[in-house]
Every structure is written in C-alpha cells, then in structure tokens.
C-alpha cells in the first residue's frame, strides 16, 4: 500500500494571521504535524503543500498561487498534488490529508485512522471528528439580552434521550486517490459521505482563532 500525506500549508491565513507557522515551545506549529507523521512511519512520500519554501527535505515542488486563494478546495489541491507526481511516476493507494494546526494529536492517532481506513471499505473518506459536550440540544441563544432555548422541546428533554452530535476537528481526512486520479474529478461529490474517526475531546480543538490558539499553547506547555 503505497501512501502519500499532503500538510497543507500556505503562507497567508484569514482568521489568525500565519498560523501554520506560529512558535508553540520553540516549534513552528506545521512542524508538529510533520514529525507525527514522520514518527507514524506510514507514508512513503511526505509532501508539504506551500507556495513558499518551507522544508526542501519535503517540498518536491510549491503550490501554484492559483491554489491558495482564499476560497480553493484543498481537494482541488489534492488532485493537483497526484498529477505532478504521476508526471514523475509515483502512484499512490491511499492519501491523508494532515492539517498543519493539529499539533495536539500523536503519531498513534495517525495509525489507528489510516488501520481503520484501510481495513474497512474505503469508499468514503475517513474524517476526524469529536463529539459536542454537551449535545447540541442543550443548545441556548441570545435574543434581547436574554438567554433562551434553541429547541424548547429538546432542552427540556430528559438528557439522556439527547442525541449525539459531531463535528470536524480540522486534523486529517483519509482519502483513496482513486478518486483524485480520475478525469472527471468532482471535489463536491468527494465530500458528501464521510466515515468518522472519534478523537479524544482534549485532542480535538481546531484552531482558528488567538484564543484557540493561547489554549493549545496552555496545553502544549503544560506537558
């Protein structure tokens, strides 16, 4: 099984100005994802997806600036990635796509997604996801300076009759490159369906923003 991860990670960023690149404990934060992907011993060809240079080590080539516009599908980036290594001969299974800003996760976690993965019928991508706590039928909004029920129905339910409810974490997405390989490549039909892979909710937070990114140093640091 021959299998490739793309860390995306581009110079400029909306929300938190380059974060891909911001130093937790001395590290760039991409650069913790490069070395649990290094340490889960997975992938044949590790590749990190910029258009600036960052490591050459792992950089075949830079990302086209038509490719880090603000609205580019990272599966646009994906199937562009598979061509230009096609065009040199390598061929891959399977591809994970591995977020640079995921830097609480461990090489185990890789191992365990991708046996996953590929064990069951890999038709669907594998997505990170966690569970809310509490559920999402707890939920309350602010009307008028004041504090109400989403769903009234639901919020007074007895809380074990709330359902369960999940969202991405912004971690990693496992991929058959079948699906990048071929002519007609639809980025929107890729994503319809996704398997999930449950992480642990202290490994779950997706930053995106300065106080996501001071509780992830809080808790790197505090190791």
């Not at 990190?48 to 609205?71: A, D, Y």
């Not at 993965?117 to 602010?142: G, Q, R, T």
């Not at 769903?151 to 009759?161: A, P, R």
Request: aromatic share 14%.
């Amino acid at each position: 099984m021959k299998r490739l991860v793309i860390i995306p990670a581009k110079k400029l960023s909306t929300r938190l100005k380059r974060k891909n690149f911001i130093l937790i404990n001395n590290k760039q934060m991409y650069e913790y994802t490069l070395n649990n992907v290094l340490k889960s011993k997975l992938f044949e060809t590790i590749h990190i997806s910029s258009n600036i240079e960052i490591n050459k080590k792992f950089q075949k080539f830079l990302r086209p600036s038509s490719l880090c516009k603000k609205n580019t599908s990272l599966n646009k980036v994906i199937h562009w990635t598979l061509q230009k290594y096609k065009k040199e001969g390598k061929i891959f299974d399977t591809i994970c796509l591995a977020y640079a800003t995921a830097p609480l996760l461990e090489p185990e976690d890789f191992k365990k997604a991708c046996k996953s993965f590929e064990k069951k019928n890999n038709k669907s991508p594998l997505l990170s996801v966690a569970k809310y706590h509490p559920s999402i039928d707890e939920a309350m909004v602010l009307k008028k300076n004041q504090i109400k029920p989403k769903n009234k129905k639901k919020f007074y339910q007895d809380s074990k009759k709330h359902m369960d409810y999940y969202f991405d974490t912004g971690s990693f997405i496992f991929f058959h490159c079948k699906y990048f390989y071929k002519k007609k490549f639809s980025s929107i039909k890729l994503n319809n369906y996704f398997k999930p892979f449950i992480l642990a909710r202290e490994k779950s937070i997706d930053i995106n923003t300065k106080d996501d990114f001071n509780f992830v140093k809080y808790l790197i640091e505090k190791k």
